[in-house]
């Protein structure tokens, strides 16, 4: 039976990404959850420095950019600050696991009562896609033309899986985009994460795999087949760490 | 019932919707829209609103009404 469906209100301006990035449906999966929580005159989006910073010009709720890599660290201090306000970090992979990994482990280590999204797209695509640490064994960049050589660059880091394994958070978990079933699950995680801050559980961490066709210099259809074939198996989907008492969530 | 509405200025052409769509009702066309890109298209009579092309769209362009 058709459901009536309507992109949330913040989502109005039309996003900037290029065609086929998977942030757009990121952006929409969160603006649905703050709707559905009554959470959207209510929260302010950290911005990163990546491709995300386009958001400072489309999305339509309260929203802070910020000095690369420093968005959980500054969510620290906006929840300090706004204690009733939901507040989430949104930031590409580069941000949150390369030049800002030290804000991330401490918020973690500390166990903040804020939200972390981290959209890993295996490369820095706004500056033209050079390689990142979460870029996959022999995937070809900017700044690794024949393939990465993992044993002289090292190996695709998991940053959830060392937050869930080693840090008493809230909700850890992994989606990807690459098609309806798996948007839907991670529309779960998204809910999960913001109802944890919301009940005040802690530290709460979604990682969230993306298609990126322009710098993987593939179609944009082709984009969903790489990101299913080559990049979920690297980094396997699920939640790592669940909320107390809500396995079935 | 419902209806598929597309906003054909916000599609960027990346065919999510169209290999997605399990009726195979959604197609780009050979017109541009102000973006330079061929914006898709619904065949209505294949169409059974099952809202698949919204879930997987980055841009926003589906919007189905009930009635």
Known sequence: MAVARKIPKIMEEPTAFCAGCGHGILNRLIAEVLEEKGQEKNHILILGVGCNCNMNFTWGGDKLQCAHGRATSVARGAKTGRPDTLIISYQGDGDAYVIGLSDTINTAYVNTNVTTFAVNNTNYAMTGGQMSWTTIPGQHTTTSASGRDCESTGNPIKVPEIIAQNFDVAYVARGSLHSAKEINKTKKYVRNAIEAQLNGEGFSLVEVLAQCPTNWKVSTVDANEWLKDKVVPIYPLGEFKKREGRDDK | ?67
């Not at chain 2, 960027?12 to 829209?33: H, R």
């Open chain 2, 1 to 67: 019932m419902a209806t598929l509405h597309l906003e054909k200025e916000r599609c960027k052409s990346c065919e999510f919707c169209v290999t997605e769509c399990p009726k195979e009702a959604l197609s780009t066309c050979e017109d541009l829209n102000s973006g330079g890109y061929h914006y898709v298209e619904v065949e209505e009579e294949k169409c059974n609103c099952c809202g698949l092309c919204y879930v997987v769209c980055p841009d926003g362009v589906f919007e189905i009404r009930a009635q």
